[in-house]
């Protein structure tokens, strides 16, 4: 987290040492400060601080895997809300989960519920799995694979060592 702070407060420099801070000088900046904390970590960072080199790129790829999630079943969603005859197979699976932080899960769980035609109704007690409705569901075996593959395993890249 201090690390984080750290760029922050060098792209704002970078903005102010350039007389702007629009949005394009701001994301240079903390490029730019990124790359300078990288080649510095062995020298700021110890321990558990080095994850924030790994992290920032996987939330990265995170985002982009959720946008294109998002327009895909967009998408889906619309063509079937337009179609005479929609291809709807609705059905409520259980997923089982490998995310164990609350944060982890938190974010799992939202993620699935913001992508069109995908809805988390519950979290077990014990955080052993997930119930999702899914209105694309031919294959329940194969929606849960998917969602593990995806998304469960990417938000696992950014939090977990």
Known sequence: MKL????????????????????????????????????????IAQGDERRY??????????IVYFLKELIK?????????IAPRPNLHPAIVKMPLHAHS???IFLLANLIT????????????????????????TDEAALVADLKSGMERRIGKVFRP
């Open 73 to 81: 079943s967009s998408i889906m969603v619309a063509r079937d809300c």
């Open 53 to 62: 080199f790994r992290a920032l790129p996987q939330t990265l790829v995170l």
């Open 114 to 137: 913001l992508t069109p035609g995908t809805l988390t109704l519950d979290v077990a007690p014990d955080r052993s799995f997930l119930l999702v409705h899914s209105i694309y569901a």
């Open 4 to 43: 984080l702070a750290i760029n922050v407060l060098l792209a704002v420099a970078w903005a102010a040492l350039w007389n702007g801070f629009s949005l394009a000088n701001l994301l240079t900046g903390f490029v730019i400060g990124f790359g300078a904390l990288w080649f510095a970590r062995d020298l």
């Open 102 to 104: 609350d944060a982890e």
